[in-house]
């Protein structure tokens, strides 16, 4: 087992040494190769402040008839046990749906998921109208409808309306 690693090793150390130079032909392109030698370069942004957060809301940008409907076959409304997480630097987001818990939930909830600054994801929306009553439900908060089985999986979760942060499930 050792002599297969240490191959590899060996391998992985000494191929950039394998490759063949490159050789030029000539030193300057002719006049019908000089098309592909010239090389365009996007403009450089200067302007572009790295340090500064930028937040978009997707949902003022498309139309999102497309996506819709939206089916989230691991998930349904109902009720779950509030435990604790450990996921640092996670924004708080909620998953909800159209039925009539998760709009209750929602109003009930809206000032205090605005001022945490939660996301919205409607993991089950049946058409635009369904999706623009989640969104009445509350206002300014950006909510879009995703497919919420990955996320169902991930943190073993079966039942919605929920709010994960980083430190908790609750709901």
Known sequence: MKRISLTCYLILLLAPFAQPELSVAEDQPSDVTRPHFQV??????????????????????????????????????????????????LRPFVLVGDDPQSLAWLRQRATELQEMGAAGLAVEVADNEALARIRAAAPGITILPVNGNDIATRLQIEHYPVLITATSLEQ
């Open 40 to 89: 365009s370069r996007p403009p450089i942004n200067n302007k572009i402040q790295p340090d500064r957060v930028m937040h978009a809301d997707l949902s003022t940008f498309a139309d999102e008839a497309w996506i819709l409907p939206v089916r989230s076959f691991h998930l349904s409304p109902g009720q779950i046990m509030s435990r604790a997480l450990s996921m640092p630097g």
